[in-house]
């Protein structure tokens, strides 16, 4: 029933900006855990940036500086504002949260990915 529906990535060059977007849909009572995860080809899954319900943010080392997450409550919504992007930044970006529902216990979701390919 519930769905993570991510957009925004695409082809850019060294230097450009992007900007993702991923909504929670269903029903649930709370998020209380929104970030984003990337993965490159033959590589894992890495931490790229995190928000919790009380704003408190974590960034990977790689990306500290250059992308901002954030959060629109009434939408649902994380964002992450990727600016400076290297083309070690090609990789499928994995939304992920962590629900409360009201049954009171918490799951976590996974989006289905979006492609950020940072190529001249």
């Known amino acids: 029933q519930v769905e993570l529906v991510e957009s925004g990535g695409g082809l850019v060059q060294p230097g450009g900006s992007l900007r993702l977007s991923c909504a929670a849909s269903?029903?649930?009572?709370?998020?209380?855990?929104m970030g984003w995860y990337r993965q490159a080809p033959g590589k894992g899954r890495d931490l790229v940036a995190r928000?919790?319900?009380?704003?408190?943010?974590n960034y990977a080392d790689s990306v500290k500086g250059r992308f901002t997450i954030s959060r629109d409550n009434a939408k649902n919504t994380v964002y992450l504002q990727m600016n400076s992007l290297k083309p070690e930044d090609t990789a499928v970006y994995y939304c992920?949260?962590?629900?409360?529902?009201?049954?009171?216990?918490?799951?976590?979701?996974w989006g289905q990915g979006t492609q950020v390919t940072v190529s001249s």
């Open positions: 992920y949260a962590e629900l409360r529902f009201e049954s009171w216990r918490n799951y976590g979701y």
């Open positions: 269903g029903t649930f009572r709370s998020i209380n855990v």
């Open positions: 928000i919790t319900d009380s704003s408190s943010t």
